[in-house]
């Protein structure tokens, strides 16, 4: 990652990190990059595909819907609400 990236991404995302916490960061995303250069250089060619670490048989259960709490409970929890939703701020511009 470069810095201008890095630079990018804090404006996109309106944020800013200090000069030690950028130095920190490109650091990290520097480590980052050795190591997935390392594992590319890794022989994987008779590896087996792992999946789950452990066996697995149908680790899934019976979808069944159903209604845990009322419309009410639910509203009463809510510091402003309509007829039947909370009312929540915009946070998007």
């Not at 950028?22 to 995303?29: C, N, R, V």
């Not at 709490?69 to 915009?90: K, N, Q, T, Y």
């Amino acid at each position: 990652m470069t810095v201008e990236a890095l630079k990018a991404l804090e404006s996109l995302n309106e944020f800013r990190l200090t000069e030690t916490e950028e130095q920190k960061t490109m650091e990290i995303f520097a480590f980052m990059e050795q190591q997935a250069a390392a594992l590319q250089n890794t022989d994987t060619e008779h590896v087996e595909v792992m999946v789950h670490c452990m066996p697995m048989t149908n680790v899934f259960r019976e979808d069944v819907r159903e209604q845990v709490f009322s419309r009410e409970a639910l509203l009463a929890g809510a510091p402003e609400h309509s007829e039947d939703s909370w009312i929540v701020p915009r946070l998007v511009k």
